[in-house]
């Protein structure tokens, strides 16, 4: 039997996983509000879902502005109903070596990579504790788990994400909301095919996914699918966990 229908809020749904990600709760059958810088590719996954039968809205906020962030959900909520599923998957990526790192950089990434999914988390709190359900997936990365040469600043924010995964399902547990984490691994996005054209890896790219298990670049499907699982109600007893989609390049 289908999961009853409810309101998703993804944020950074314009483009890569949270396209992927909006569309596939699309047709689960739940209501997408999608958050983004980008409104152009918001409105176009809205449009999509929307033409497809389906309930949606684009809405423009940066992640690391709390008042933006209140007024998109405030927005979301009243046009689609209270939110019950969150998918924390905005960020941005920085690489560089320590000695280039400058606090306006690390604080800004921090704002939008960790602040960000917690703002968010605590403007959807209401309407989950009202409706005794929620869920929360936090977007995480292999990176926070086996680490990445000039990434100490990214592979921070997305280690904070996996801790206060856990301590929130800790937290939120007896309101009846999970929280887990998917943590992608090299995936075919706009972000990764930047570092790619960047020559920002220290070998060509192929080399670096031959060594994998699994010997191609994960698609934002992957990430889809496990986000929907976490959304859905049969996962109803895990929470706190970590989910590695990622080809199998960190067990
Ligand atoms: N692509 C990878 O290989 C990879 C690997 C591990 C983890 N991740 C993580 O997966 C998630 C999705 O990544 P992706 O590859 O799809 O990224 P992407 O850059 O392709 O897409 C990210 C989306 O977030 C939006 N965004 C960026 N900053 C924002 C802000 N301040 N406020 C609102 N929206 C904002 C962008 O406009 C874009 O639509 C991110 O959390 C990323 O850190 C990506």
């Known amino acids: 039997m289908a999961d009853a229908p409810r309101v998703a809020l993804v944020t950074g749904g314009a483009a890569g996983m949270g396209k992927a990600t909006s569309l596939k709760l699309a047709a689960d059958g739940h209501s997408v509000g999608i958050v983004d810088i980008d409104f152009d590719g918001a409105r176009a996954v809205s449009d999509a879902i929307v033409a497809g039968g389906g309930k949606a809205l684009a809405v423009r906020a940066d992640i690391g502005e709390r008042m933006q962030v209140e007024q998109a959900i405030t927005q979301i909520r009243e046009a689609l109903g209270p939110i019950t599923i969150l998918v924390n998957n905005a960020a941005v990526e920085n690489f560089s070596a320590l000695e280039d790192l400058d606090d306006a950089t690390w604080d800004r990434l921090m704002g939008i990579n960790l602040r960000g999914a917690y703002v968010a988390a605590q403007c959807v709190l209401p309407d989950m504790s009202a409706a005794g359900w929620g869920r929360i997936i936090n977007v995480s990365a292999f990176g926070a788990q086996i680490g990445a040469p000039n990434m100490a ?70 990430i889809a699918a496990a986000c929907a699982f976490f959304a859905s109600d049969a996962a109803g007893y895990i929470t706190g966990q970590v989910l590695g989609v990622n080809g199998g390049a960190a067990m």
Request: charged content about 15%; proline content about 11%; glycine content about 12%.
């Open 153 to 222: 600043l990214y592979t921070a924010s997305k280690g904070g994400i996996i801790s206060m995964t856990r301590s929130l399902a800790i937290e939120l547990g007896p309101k009846g909301i999970t929280v887990n984490s998917v943590s992608p691994g090299f995936i075919d996005t706009p972000m990764a095919r930047r570092a790619i054209n960047g020559g920002l890896f220290p070998v060509p790219y192929e080399q670096i996914i031959a060594t994998y298990p699994i010997p191609r670049l994960g698609q934002p499907e992957d």
